[in-house]
């Protein structure tokens, strides 16, 4: 049964917010997955919109890292996103492909004036697409996101002219994040590796 009910906001441009937030996702993570899963990092979005482009940064920045694991999958990067138009055969490949999948699904949101830049961390499915009224299905066993921008009206535009800098930097902390919790949870690696947080 999960300790973990809320949701959870860190302010990405707070001083803190990579101790707050890699705390929050060792948390979440130490709860859920153990070493005979396969975790499955989803990095939802497309590179054509700066607001949606969230989780291809996220796993463009991870993809050296993930190569140093044996049971941790990367899905969802610059080169190759995860977007509507592809998601549900992404979704249907990793529960055919993997037989004990533990899905950290990341994703960018629009909300409230006052959240812009934050990032949140829940132990349930994430809805991709609900930000700009599209029904996708839910997945993560704990999920990511990044509210990138305000929403309530106009949503493509919106996404379409989020500023990069909001975007980068909640990418920064996602990413050193992960990077820290893989750390502490001390999975295995297929061999050393030298790779360092950038």
């Known amino acids: ?5 809320k949701n959870n906001y860190i302010d990405s441009n707070s001083p803190l917010a990579l101790t707050q937030f890699s705390s929050l996702v060792y948390k979440y993570l130490s709860e859920g997955f153990s070493y005979e899963m ?5 990095c939802i979005g497309t590179d054509r919109s700066t607001g949606d482009s969230l989780g291809p940064l996220v796993g463009h920045k991870l993809s050296s890292l993930i190569k140093s694991y044996d049971n941790i999958q990367l899905v969802g990067t610059l080169e190759e996103p995860i977007h509507a138009k ?5 979704i249907g490949s990793i529960y055919e492909d993997n037989k004990s999948p533990f899905v950290l699904a990341i994703d960018s949101s629009l909300g409230n004036q006052n959240r812009v830049g934050y990032l949140s961390i829940k132990n349930t499915p994430l809805n991709p697409g609900a930000g700009v009224n599209k029904v996708l299905p839910a997945i993560g066993d704990v ?3 990044g509210i990138v921008n305000i929403g309530g009206m106009m949503e493509y535009m919106v996404l379409q002219n989020t500023r990069l800098s909001i975007v980068m930097n909640m990418a920064d902390i ?5 990077y820290l919790s893989l750390l502490r949870l001390d999975i295995p ?9 950038k």
Do not use: G, P
Not at 38 to 42: A, M, Q, R, W
Not at 86 to 90: D, F, V
């Open 143 to 145: 999920s990511i996101t």
């Open 189 to 197: 690696k297929v061999q050393d590796s030298s790779i360092k947080l």
């Open 86 to 90: 592809n998601l549900e055969e992404a």
């Open 1 to 5: 049964m999960s300790l973990f009910f």
């Open 174 to 178: 996602i990413y050193k994040s992960i």
């Open 38 to 42: 396969e975790l499955i990092i989803l």
